[in-house]
């Protein structure tokens, strides 16, 4: 909205309050003329119109929900729709929805073809357990199951440290007429890191 501004010459006490009223009356004019405008978007409708939203892109509230996460949902509906059924899609529906960044594995050895395993931290899992299934109920693959694996990040420390060795060998050959003298000299070089791996 646009701030009304008076010349100097204008600058009395009354014309300042009824400079202010105006600018009061086109603010409450202009939310007046936006509120259809928002209520085509989930993020802001009313929520009367985002049950509406929600109904036309098959979104359901579950229970527990929170109002912003289930505007979310809505909101990203199309989206997530689309990013359905692969596994860079899912890994990118769980960022937009607030989980995080996951990462998944599928048809590893030692487990049944039709599991797809789901690696996270236990954050991520104790705070969106509900969330999750969601998503997995109206985004996973048909015919899978889904494994949680949760991964615990551990702070390690790596020291660093390198040592040499050098070597050098001569050949020396006495001379004779009869035979080509001949010297030879070889060098080595070796150059070794070490690095040792603490946990903490």
């Known amino acids: 909205m646009i701030k009304l501004q008076l010349p100097h010459w204008l600058s009395g006490e009354e014309l300042t309050k009824l400079k202010n009223s105006a600018q009061t009356w086109f603010e409450r004019v202009a939310s007046w ?23 036309q892109r098959d979104i359901t509230r579950y229970a527990g929900e929170p109002m912003g996460l289930y505007r979310k949902r809505v909101s990203f509906a199309y989206i997530n729709a689309k990013d359905a059924g ?3 899609g899912f890994i990118r529906i769980c960022e937009r929805l607030g989980i995080g960044h996951i990462t998944t594995q599928e048809r590893q050895e030692g487990w049944d073809w039709d599991i797809i395993n789901i690696y996270l931290d236990d954050n991520q899992l104790a705070d969106n357990p509900d969330l999750l299934r969601e998503i997995i109920r109206m985004y996973g693959r048909t015919c899978r199951r889904y494994n949680f694996i949760l991964e615990t990040p551990v702070l390690a420390y790596m020291r660093c440290g390198e040592f040499s060795h050098t070597a050098s060998t001569a050949v020396a050959s006495m001379p004779n007429p009869g035979i080509r003298s001949q010297a030879h000299e070889v060098g080595i070089s070796t150059s070794t890191a070490v690095a040792s791996l603490i946990k903490s």
């Open 86 to 88: 692969s596994t860079a």
């Open 33 to 55: 003329t936006a509120w259809p405008l928002q209520q085509l978007d989930p993020l802001t409708c009313s929520p009367g119109i985002l049950e509406l939203i929600a109904w």
